[in-house]
């Protein structure tokens, strides 16, 4: 007889903050359906909800258990603020109308605030042991939780307001690279697929650097002359589309480039399934790096607590160029050399301090007025938010 023999690894624990917002339900259903993970991982779900939501995460609950996805395993619904030891992901869905950029006349209506309290409740909560690090039982190495968010804000308040948490464990989503790609294959009529790797330096969606890898289009044979542009583009696909170098070079890419993506992000890109598909994605570039081992090379662009490379501030949450390998990343260097990006650094930089100052500030008064002055009075459970005592609907009331 002929015996084959598996693995049997524990369930991945997913928390997810936030999941009544409609790109949280988007991505628990590629999370079910095995997109992320694989069809060959358990899912343990737990769901944070406010008390008075926590009817209407039943009725999710129950839709989801009805699909019968392959991958499910245990779904719960809880009003318990996590501790870092509670799952191996966090995911983090804001309704912000931009998660990267901070906007203070914008975070005014209730749903903004019932965000905002929430994700600074919760990043007030957590605290790192040394124990919190994770087994991972396949390659008996600790591994560490990963906390994923969809923009910078979010990053910044769970880095910022946490107590002893690791930096490279804080991770989020950036729009720039889909963007970048969309609008270099609308200008050469290529697909966004044959455009190579663009790499990010990025504040937020307004201030930011791209560069692209050479040739710019995948498999092409371009003509590598060091005095000018020709290893760019080839000479025939500039043919094919009536241009030549003076209208396709390297001052266009530093110039009308950026400034096209700029304007394209600049109207909004974060719809439901936008932000779910980035979400979708980014997740699973991290999970890819992990579950492959040490071998394994992942690059990607995304939001992180900076380690201080290539000139950038250390502790402060930009968008970089990432290879990941293992449980591990560092900032891709490919460009490091560069005077203009190092200048462009700079010019971030400044950027990503006067964001982080207003907006952290902004936290901390929030944090003040809207929690530990208001007297936040808990009953058996310590970490539950919105118990019967001081349910948001309460909290809004006693602050208006």
Known sequence: MNFQQEIVTKPIRVFMVNPLVHSSQLILL???SGDIFGHNHLIDLKLLVYSNEISTAESLK???ERCAFSNMNVIEITSDLPRVRDADIFCFMSNLANPNKFDPENIENEA?????????KVANHLSWQEEDELEDLKNGIKTKPIFLTDGLL??????????????DVFFATTPLVGIAKSTLGDYLNVQCKDINDVLVWAANDEIFHLEVEKPLIIGEKADKRAHCDYDTISKELLESLKMD????????????FLEKVASSAARNPYGCIYKAAEFAKTLKQIWKARSGGSGTKVYSNMGVIS?????????YPYVLPLVFSGNTWEVNKSFEESTYLKQEIKRINKAVKKQREKFISYCKKFLQDNVINLAFIL???????????SSRS???EQST
């Not at 605030?113 to 600074?120: A, H, M, Q, R």
């Open 379 to 389: 009953t058996d459970n310590e970490s539950t938010i919105g118990d019967s005592c």
């Open 62 to 64: 129950l839709e989801l």
């Open 394 to 396: 309460l909290l809004r």
């Open 307 to 315: 380690d201080g490379s290539i000139g950038t501030m250390k502790g």
């Open 112 to 120: 903004h605030f019932d965000t905002l309290y929430l994700l600074i």
């Open 154 to 167: 979010a990053l910044d308040i769970l880095a910022s307001l946490s107590k002893n948490m690791p930096g």
């Open 245 to 256: 170098y003076t209208q396709f070079n390297s001052t266009w890419m530093r110039k009308d």
């Open 30 to 32: 590629k999370i079910l």
